[in-house]
Protein backbone atom coordinates (compact mmCIF):
# COMPACT_ATOMS: atom_id res chain seq x y z
CA UNK A 1 0.00 0.00 0.00
CA UNK A 2 3.48 2.42 0.94
CA UNK A 3 4.76 1.86 -2.18
CA UNK A 4 1.16 2.36 -4.59
CA UNK A 5 0.85 5.74 -2.53
CA UNK A 6 4.63 7.06 -3.20
CA UNK A 7 4.14 5.83 -6.88
CA UNK A 8 1.29 8.03 -6.87
CA UNK A 9 2.74 10.77 -5.74
CA UNK A 10 5.99 10.82 -7.94
CA UNK A 11 3.70 10.36 -10.86
CA UNK A 12 1.40 13.70 -9.81
CA UNK A 13 3.73 15.53 -7.95
CA UNK A 14 3.59 18.09 -11.24
CA UNK A 15 -0.40 18.33 -11.13
CA UNK A 16 -0.88 18.56 -7.64
CA UNK A 17 1.95 21.64 -7.71
CA UNK A 18 0.86 23.58 -11.29
CA UNK A 19 -2.62 22.91 -9.30
CA UNK A 20 -1.64 24.80 -6.09
CA UNK A 21 0.02 27.59 -8.55
CA UNK A 22 -2.97 27.90 -10.69
CA UNK A 23 -5.46 28.37 -7.89
CA UNK A 24 -3.15 30.86 -6.19
CA UNK A 25 -3.08 32.91 -9.57
CA UNK A 26 -6.71 32.93 -9.84
CA UNK A 27 -6.80 33.83 -6.20
CA UNK A 28 -4.23 37.01 -6.72
CA UNK A 29 -6.05 37.89 -9.86
CA UNK A 30 -9.29 37.69 -8.33
CA UNK A 31 -7.78 40.19 -5.52
CA UNK A 32 -6.63 42.78 -7.52
CA UNK A 33 -9.21 43.16 -9.78
CA UNK A 34 -11.74 43.14 -6.87
CA UNK A 35 -11.22 46.95 -6.59
CA UNK A 36 -11.94 47.85 -10.10
CA UNK A 37 -14.78 45.95 -10.32
CA UNK A 38 -16.41 47.43 -7.37
CA UNK A 39 -15.84 50.52 -8.65
CA UNK A 40 -17.66 49.35 -11.90
CA UNK A 41 -20.55 48.60 -9.86
CA UNK A 42 -21.00 51.92 -7.86
CA UNK A 43 -20.30 53.69 -11.21
CA UNK A 44 -23.27 51.55 -12.57
CA UNK A 45 -25.56 52.17 -9.14
CA UNK A 46 -24.94 55.84 -9.62
CA UNK A 47 -25.44 56.23 -13.52
CA UNK A 48 -28.45 54.04 -12.90
CA UNK A 49 -30.05 56.64 -9.82
CA UNK A 50 -29.27 59.50 -11.88
CA UNK A 51 -31.48 58.49 -14.67
CA UNK A 52 -34.35 57.67 -12.30
CA UNK A 53 -33.54 61.01 -9.80
CA UNK A 54 -33.87 63.96 -13.22
CA UNK A 55 -31.31 66.76 -11.69
CA UNK A 56 -29.33 64.41 -9.11
CA UNK A 57 -25.81 64.64 -9.82
CA UNK A 58 -24.39 63.56 -6.34
CA UNK A 59 -25.35 60.33 -4.27
CA UNK A 60 -24.50 59.52 -1.02
CA UNK A 61 -25.42 56.85 1.47
CA UNK A 62 -27.58 58.01 4.12
CA UNK A 63 -29.16 54.43 5.36
CA UNK A 64 -26.73 51.94 5.37
CA UNK A 65 -27.18 47.79 6.14
CA UNK A 66 -31.04 47.88 6.38
CA UNK A 67 -32.45 44.80 7.42
CA UNK A 68 -35.06 43.47 4.75
CA UNK A 69 -36.91 39.67 5.25
CA UNK A 70 -37.25 39.01 1.81
CA UNK A 71 -40.68 36.21 1.46
CA UNK A 72 -38.93 33.36 3.53
CA UNK A 73 -37.37 35.29 5.80
CA UNK A 74 -33.86 35.15 4.94
CA UNK A 75 -32.39 38.77 5.89
CA UNK A 76 -31.08 40.81 3.33
CA UNK A 77 -28.88 44.29 3.15
CA UNK A 78 -29.30 46.95 1.79
CA UNK A 79 -28.46 50.71 1.12
CA UNK A 80 -30.58 54.40 1.05
CA UNK A 81 -28.83 57.29 -1.27
CA UNK A 82 -29.65 60.67 -1.34
CA UNK A 83 -29.67 61.91 -4.46
CA UNK A 84 -28.74 65.47 -4.79
CA UNK A 85 -28.56 68.39 -7.21
CA UNK A 86 -25.18 70.74 -8.19
CA UNK A 87 -26.74 72.72 -5.41
CA UNK A 88 -26.60 70.67 -2.57
CA UNK A 89 -30.89 70.36 -2.85
CA UNK A 90 -32.45 66.57 -2.03
CA UNK A 91 -34.44 65.62 -5.05
CA UNK A 92 -35.33 61.85 -4.12
CA UNK A 93 -34.06 58.43 -2.10
CA UNK A 94 -32.74 55.69 -4.27
CA UNK A 95 -32.54 51.93 -3.11
CA UNK A 96 -31.00 48.41 -4.01
CA UNK A 97 -33.92 46.12 -3.87
CA UNK A 98 -33.48 42.27 -4.79
CA UNK A 99 -36.12 39.26 -5.11
CA UNK A 100 -36.28 35.96 -6.80
CA UNK A 101 -37.27 35.75 -10.23
CA UNK A 102 -38.71 33.08 -12.84
CA UNK A 103 -34.81 32.05 -13.62
CA UNK A 104 -32.49 33.53 -10.82
CA UNK A 105 -32.39 36.76 -8.46
CA UNK A 106 -33.78 39.87 -9.96
CA UNK A 107 -32.00 43.20 -8.62
CA UNK A 108 -33.03 46.65 -9.22
CA UNK A 109 -32.48 50.06 -7.89
CA UNK A 110 -36.04 52.01 -7.41
CA UNK A 111 -36.10 55.65 -6.44
CA UNK A 112 -38.79 57.16 -4.81
CA UNK A 113 -39.76 61.32 -4.13
CA UNK A 114 -38.01 63.22 -1.32
CA UNK A 115 -41.45 62.38 0.84
CA UNK A 116 -41.19 58.90 -0.04
CA UNK A 117 -45.37 59.84 -1.64
CA UNK A 118 -44.50 58.15 -4.60
CA UNK A 119 -42.04 56.08 -7.07
CA UNK A 120 -39.54 58.14 -9.63
CA UNK A 121 -39.48 54.57 -11.33
CA UNK A 122 -37.10 51.49 -10.95
CA UNK A 123 -34.17 50.34 -13.27
CA UNK A 124 -32.72 46.49 -13.53
CA UNK A 125 -28.98 46.51 -12.23
CA UNK A 126 -28.77 42.88 -12.91
CA UNK A 127 -31.34 39.92 -14.20
CA UNK A 128 -31.46 36.71 -15.65
CA UNK A 129 -35.07 36.16 -16.92
CA UNK A 130 -35.77 34.56 -20.12
CA UNK A 131 -34.82 36.52 -23.02
CA UNK A 132 -37.81 37.85 -24.75
CA UNK A 133 -40.79 36.88 -22.03
CA UNK A 134 -39.24 38.07 -18.49
CA UNK A 135 -36.56 40.19 -19.65
CA UNK A 136 -39.14 42.42 -20.78
CA UNK A 137 -39.26 43.54 -17.22
CA UNK A 138 -36.26 45.98 -18.57
CA UNK A 139 -38.80 47.57 -21.11
CA UNK A 140 -40.37 51.16 -21.04
CA UNK A 141 -43.85 49.84 -21.44
CA UNK A 142 -43.11 47.88 -18.21
CA UNK A 143 -41.07 49.98 -16.25
CA UNK A 144 -42.54 52.88 -16.88
CA UNK A 145 -46.03 51.80 -15.35
CA UNK A 146 -44.24 52.30 -11.49
CA UNK A 147 -43.26 56.18 -12.29
CA UNK A 148 -45.55 58.51 -10.32
CA UNK A 149 -47.26 55.93 -8.93
CA UNK A 150 -48.26 56.26 -5.06
CA UNK A 151 -45.84 54.08 -2.81
CA UNK A 152 -48.22 52.09 -1.44
CA UNK A 153 -49.02 47.91 -1.64
CA UNK A 154 -48.84 47.42 -5.35
CA UNK A 155 -51.36 45.00 -7.06
CA UNK A 156 -51.21 43.21 -10.33
CA UNK A 157 -53.55 42.59 -12.71
CA UNK A 158 -53.05 40.60 -16.42
CA UNK A 159 -55.81 43.48 -17.95
CA UNK A 160 -57.23 46.34 -17.30
CA UNK A 161 -55.99 48.09 -14.23
CA UNK A 162 -58.74 51.01 -12.69
CA UNK A 163 -56.65 51.78 -9.88
CA UNK A 164 -53.34 54.24 -9.60
CA UNK A 165 -52.03 51.23 -7.77
CA UNK A 166 -52.07 48.53 -9.94
CA UNK A 167 -49.67 47.94 -12.92
CA UNK A 168 -50.55 45.63 -15.72
CA UNK A 169 -48.42 42.44 -16.04
CA UNK A 170 -46.49 41.36 -19.17
CA UNK A 171 -47.87 38.82 -21.70
CA UNK A 172 -46.33 35.32 -21.29
CA UNK A 173 -44.16 36.73 -18.51
CA UNK A 174 -46.58 36.83 -15.48
CA UNK A 175 -44.08 35.24 -12.68
CA UNK A 176 -41.29 37.40 -14.25
CA UNK A 177 -44.14 40.35 -13.32
CA UNK A 178 -44.91 39.60 -9.91
CA UNK A 179 -41.58 39.36 -9.11
CA UNK A 180 -40.56 42.99 -9.62
CA UNK A 181 -43.82 43.59 -7.81
CA UNK A 182 -43.22 41.42 -4.96
CA UNK A 183 -39.76 43.41 -4.85
CA UNK A 184 -41.58 47.01 -4.37
CA UNK A 185 -43.87 45.37 -1.76
CA UNK A 186 -41.47 44.14 0.45
CA UNK A 187 -38.93 46.53 0.54
CA UNK A 188 -40.84 50.17 0.60
CA UNK A 189 -42.66 50.33 3.99
CA UNK A 190 -39.43 48.82 5.56
CA UNK A 191 -36.91 51.27 4.06
CA UNK A 192 -39.95 54.28 4.27
CA UNK A 193 -40.04 53.31 8.16
CA UNK A 194 -36.16 53.54 8.62
CA UNK A 195 -36.05 56.92 6.85
CA UNK A 196 -38.63 58.24 9.17
CA UNK A 197 -36.51 56.97 11.91
CA UNK A 198 -33.65 58.68 10.93
CA UNK A 199 -35.79 62.19 10.02
CA UNK A 200 -35.17 61.91 6.84
CA UNK A 201 -38.57 62.12 5.39
CA UNK A 202 -41.85 63.74 7.07
CA UNK A 203 -43.18 62.01 9.90
CA UNK A 204 -46.84 62.62 8.87
Known amino acids: MFNMIKYFIKQSWLLIISSFIF ?3 IAVTNASLDPMIQQNKKDKINNTMGKLITGATDFNIVAQGLDVPDQKGKIIKTD ?3 GKNKNGRTLGYAFIASGPGFADKIELVI ?3 TAFKKFLGFNVLSSNETPGFGDKIKNDFYRGQFTNLPVVSIELVKVGKSKSSQVTAITG ?8 VSIFNNYSDIVKK ?4 KGLINNE
Open 80 to 82: VYQ
Open 111 to 113: AVD
Open 194 to 197: QLKA
Open 23 to 25: GLL
Open 173 to 180: ATISSNAV
